[in-house]
């Protein structure tokens, strides 16, 4: 199977502005920001859609959502900020290599569009 962008921008393949890493994960600023704070949180284990998630996932999954926690605390969005999983294309993932949006830094409307 072809290696997704975000494979190649963890193997620093294509250039990204990098937030955070660790051994389970990066965070990166979107190219297309649609806020102030606009990271990607990407697993470095390749799950393309959160609908293809596991039970041994579970860790992995819950830590992504603690290191949102921490990119929206160290942008000064610690206390509002919405985190997006945007799963399959009608729901407008585009990239096939699950990963957390984390917005901040201006009002976030409900509902979403
Ligand atoms: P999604 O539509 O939920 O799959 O999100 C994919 C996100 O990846 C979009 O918000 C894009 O703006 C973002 N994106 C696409 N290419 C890049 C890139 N080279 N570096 C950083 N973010 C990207």
Redesign the pocket.
Known sequence: MART?FEK?IAKE?P?SFLYEDELCVA?????P?APL?A?IIPRQMIAQLSHAKTEDQALLGHLMLVANRIAADAGYGNAFRL???NGAEA?????HI?V?VLGGRPLSWPPG
Do not use: E, K, M, T
């Open positions: 962008l921008i294509i990204a990166i600023r979107d190219i297309n649609q606009h990607l997006v999983v945007n407008g993932q585009s990239v096939f990963h949006h």
